[in-house]
DNA sequence: AGAGATTTCTACAGTGCGTAGAACACTTAC
DNA sequence: GTAAGTGTTCTACGCACTGTAGAAATCTCT
């Protein structure tokens, strides 16, 4: 139960790049934000969307367990379930975990990890 | 460019499961294996499928290039282009670069992972 | 109560996948 | 070499998911 759409993709990363903020984002603030970064990599942000775009991929990303609504305000506060590296990592789980053959695909993973990524993984791996 | 179907994946397992074998696999070899597996985990296979409809299948998955057919022989063979392990592992690091904080996907992965997969992991990365 | 903001409902088009028939191409037995 | 199989290509349908958004209902504030 994992892919996401280019848009979803795109609203999450919204939601994930202001996680850290105390207050959850209202659809204002969302819609505010996917205007402002529309220079980036990505291409889709900044392409003008209907207001009840946005809404129907929030609800279709809640009901996908990814976002959480607070209905109790009335401009209703929509933030990411998990952060994106959660996220990320469990998706990462479920890859490997599609394998019967765990150990193999690990070996090859790590074969083409990047230098600095091995590094980073000995380190949280300690010395054993 | 990663996620299969239901279809496309018990394909791409057969394929896997045979991939060992010096002959490349016809049509006729997977409708075998497909019948005789029946009883997996699965529960996709043993369903009586038309012919056509893995080879639709199979056309589908060339397309995505994870298999290659040999046109030369008149019953064309099929093979995996990659090892399951080796497919897998690429699927995790498609993931892994989907997030621009690797490091903290990193954390978080191998903070979920288990004892032994850890014990693997540290033997891979043993030379440092 | 009215105006404006917000949310829900409904819907349509495009794409991917499971599914397979019809037709075409090739191989082999006679 | 012709017919019967066997394998392959073409075409297509239905369903689910996604991008997209209008219409209508609901809420808030003045």
New interface residues.
Partial sequence: M??LGELERAVMDLLWASQEAATANTLRDLLAQSTRSAGGTAGHEGKDLAVTTVLTVLSRLERKGLVERERGTRPHRYQAVS????H??????E??G??P?????????????TAT??????K??GH?
Avoid: P, Q
Avoid at 104 to 109: E, Q
């Fill in positions: 994992a892919s952060s994106r590296a959660d990320t990592a469990e998706l990462m789980h890859v490997l599609s394998a053959d765990r150990e193999a695909v690990l070996a090859r993973f790590i074969g083409s990890v990524e091995a590094e980073t993984l000995r949280l791996l054993s």
